[in-house]
């Protein structure tokens, strides 16, 4: 996908095969990173869909959430609420679970880090299954906060995590 100032976003994410186990391909952002270019590109498409809408904050696990989360809260004027795996957090804390392939993980957020009704942007590099952004969104409306959408760098359609989201407006910029 070409972004709108011409950058093809996709040459800048290298596919690793078989990392972190086999049968994944790995989709790297770290080329992206480290283009000043690619990666003012990709926060412009990420943020541009929300230009002129309400959005109070941000949230995004980590940790290469943080990574786009971070730039894109600058560029919308908004805080950015961290959300972290178990045990990371100094402040009490809330906490949704997910489902692994095999048992479950939990993440976690400052108690205090939301107001009700604040309408939270949640943010993350890759939806595959959705299970990383559906605890994120648990935690967001279990604060009494709204999800406004979900923002995700890429998309691995096949994976069908997309399902598990909607009717929450998703939005992806590139998509395989
Ligand atoms: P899921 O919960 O299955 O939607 O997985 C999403 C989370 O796992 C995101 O935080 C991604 O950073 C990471 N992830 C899953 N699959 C990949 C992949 N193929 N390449 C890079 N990161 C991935």
Do not use: W
């Amino acid at each position: 996908m070409t972004g709108t100032d011409g950058i093809n976003l996709d040459a800048y994410i290298r596919n690793i095969p078989d990392f972190p186990k086999p049968g994944i391909q790995f989709k790297d952002i770290t080329p992206l990173l480290a283009d000043p270019g690619a990666f003012r590109a990709a926060i412009d498409r990420l943020t541009e869909p929300f230009a002129g809408r309400q959005v109070d904050g941000i949230a995004a696990a980590e940790a290469r959430g943080f990574l786009l989360a971070a730039p894109m809260a600058l560029a919308l004027g908004v805080g950015l609420v961290p959300i972290r795996k178990a045990g990371k957090l100094p402040f009490t804390t809330v906490h949704a679970e997910y489902a692994l392939e095999y048992g479950t993980d939990r993440l976690e957020m400052h108690s205090d880090a939301l107001e009700p009704g604040k309408r939270i942007l949640v943010v993350d590099d890759v939806l595959a299954t959705g299970g990383t952004m559906q605890a994120c969104c648990d935690l967001v409306r279990n604060a009494g906060a709204e999800v406004v959408a979900c923002a995700f760098l890429m998309e691995l359609g096949f994976l069908g995590g997309r399902a598990k989201l909607e009717p929450t407006e998703i939005v992806s910029v590139l998509s395989y």
